[in-house]
């Protein structure tokens, strides 16, 4: 790997007159600093054509991963034996690329993209701890309990919830599943199934959790349709009696869905009206965990029914 002409540009003045003088030989020296800092790979590596600095970047992820507590860029530059600026540089972009997350101001830990290929419960985790700034400013901006839910398979599980200091409130829900047909997270992860998957959906029985609950196959498949269309599902006392809910999916950079968003609150004090009126701050909120896990998801247009 050759340095770049902006890597070379920081220091042109001091190198181009020592490179003058030194020739060949000042270059190599040059080459051997820029290796040693890890801002290159030498051409005639023998590793066999392998980078350097992907096996530096590896070396650290390893090691966050298999500590039981966030580590700080001083540990992580001693464990792995690499010079500190270097490992300054490599944490930084591993963090701006949602690899490591910055759990203070000095310590790291696994961030949403690298849990992402470790399993559920790491992405879980991660979905957590990234959301809950922006599940917080939400539910002091709507006073409704905030929900946040991930996909586990064809399952939806609540993985938290934050409730406003209200007299009435919903009770906790933490590690449930959800029945899809009746909740409007559900209804959301329902809505991006493949047809063959929801017409599999659909042949299974949709047990009535409520008198409104929908368990017409067909009737189902409309409220679905409108689901996706307006981008963000409902649910009015389908799930429990007295309770009504809307919920927007968090999504990555591909488009797909990674978790869900819900507002939900007592009936009478969150009437269908007051319902659709969150959507826009449940959007925004949406957005802002995307973009807190690295994965802002390409631009949607929505009709809001």
């Known amino acids: 790997m050759i340095p770049s002409q902006s890597q070379w540009s920081e220091h042109a003045d001091i190198t181009g007159c020592w490179l003058a003088t030194q020739g060949a030989l000042g270059s190599e020296r040059l080459v051997d600093r820029l290796v040693s800092v890890g801002v290159t790979d030498r051409p005639d590596d023998p590793r066999g054509g392998r980078s350097q600095t992907v096996e530096r970047a590896l070396r650290l992820l390893d090691i966050v991963a298999s500590s039981p507590e966030p ?34 101001e000095h310590a790291f830990s696994l961030g949403y993209k690298a849990t992402r290929m470790s399993g559920i419960h790491g992405t879980q985790q991660t979905l957590a701890r990234r959301a809950a700034p922006a599940l917080a400013a939400l539910v002091a901006e709507i006073e409704e309990t905030v929900g946040l839910s991930a996909p586990a398979g064809t399952a939806l599980v609540e993985i938290d919830q934050i409730d406003p200091p209200l007299p009435v409130r919903q009770m906790r829900y933490l590690n449930v599943a959800y029945p899809l047909h009746c909740s409007s997270n559900g209804k959301l992860m329902l809505s991006g199934f493949a047809p063959d998957d929801l017409e599999a959906f659909l042949l299974r029985p949709l047990e009535r959790r409520t008198d409104r609950s929908i368990v017409d196959p067909g009737r189902l498949r409309v409220e679905l349709i409108e689901t996706r269309d307006r981008g963000f599902g409902t649910c009015l006392e389908e799930l429990y009696d007295g309770i009504n809910g809307v919920s927007v999916a968090i999504r990555d950079e591909t488009g797909s869905s990674i978790g869900y968003v819900s507002v939900s609150g007592p009936s009478f004090r969150f009437p269908p009206g007051r319902l659709l009126e969150v959507v826009p701050a449940l959007r925004r909120t949406s957005e802002q965990i995307s973009s807190a896990l690295h994965v802002s998801p390409p631009c949607v247009q929505h009709t809001d029914a």
């Open 71 to 104: 580590l700080t860029a001083a540990e992580l530059a001693s464990e792995s034996r690499l010079a500190r600026p270097t490992a300054h540089r490599l944490l930084l972009t591993l963090e701006h690329l949602g690899y490591l997350d910055r759990v203070h």
